[in-house]
């Protein structure tokens, strides 16, 4: 609700035409009007000097502190208007913000998926090289492969074990010298 205040001076336009309330509106204004007029924005507060005669008390020492008091009023709730400015400037930037921040989460997420791509590229290649080794470390490990290599070496084969005696009484079998 915009309320504003007129100078004393200053007429106030009324409406052309009867009103709905036959009148009593404009006579009620005009009569507030002439008690207590207002300058600028001090809306209710009436102008120095100027005092409504009091209605007459029944009370007689009363008179005398009733007519130097002006008449109050009610006052109309203050004009709530928040500036526009501000609010649609933070919206924007909160709105920005919103965009800028899903931009680089989309960007980061891209960037992810590139770098999950070459590892798993790098994983597989590693797989196949461990599965290459675990391969040749087996076929060198055989029984076969070993013989071979030992009679590459100069080894012979031992045809009769040796015993060895130990102090509590056991006996261990060690080869003995091929021929």
Excluded at 114 to 125: E, N, V, W
């Amino acid at each position: 609700m915009n309320v504003t205040t007129l100078p004393a001076d200053r007429p106030r336009r009324t409406q052309q035409g009867a009103s709905r309330s036959g009148g009593r509106t404009t006579a009620r204004q005009a009569e507030q009007d002439s008690d207590a007029p207002t300058i600028g924005a001090t809306a209710l507060q009436p102008e120095r000097g100027t005092t409504q005669p009091a209605v007459k008390a029944a009370q007689p020492g009363r008179e005398a502190r009733d007519e130097k008091r002006p008449r109050l009023r009610v006052a109309p709730p203050a004009p709530v208007s928040a500036p526009r400015a501000p609010f649609v400037a933070l919206v924007l930037v909160l709105v920005l913000l919103g965009v800028i921040g899903i931009l680089v989460l989309n960007t980061r997420i891209a960037e992810n998926a590139f770098k999950l791509d070459a590892l798993r590229t790098k994983q597989s290649t590693l797989d196949r090289d461990e599965e290459r080794l675990r391969s040749d470390l087996a076929s060198k490990e055989s029984p076969v492969t070993l013989a071979s290599r030992a009679k590459q070496l100069g080894l012979v084969p031992s045809r009769t074990p040796a015993f060895l005696l130990l102090p509590d009484g056991t006996k261990l079998e060690m080869p003995g010298p091929s021929k």
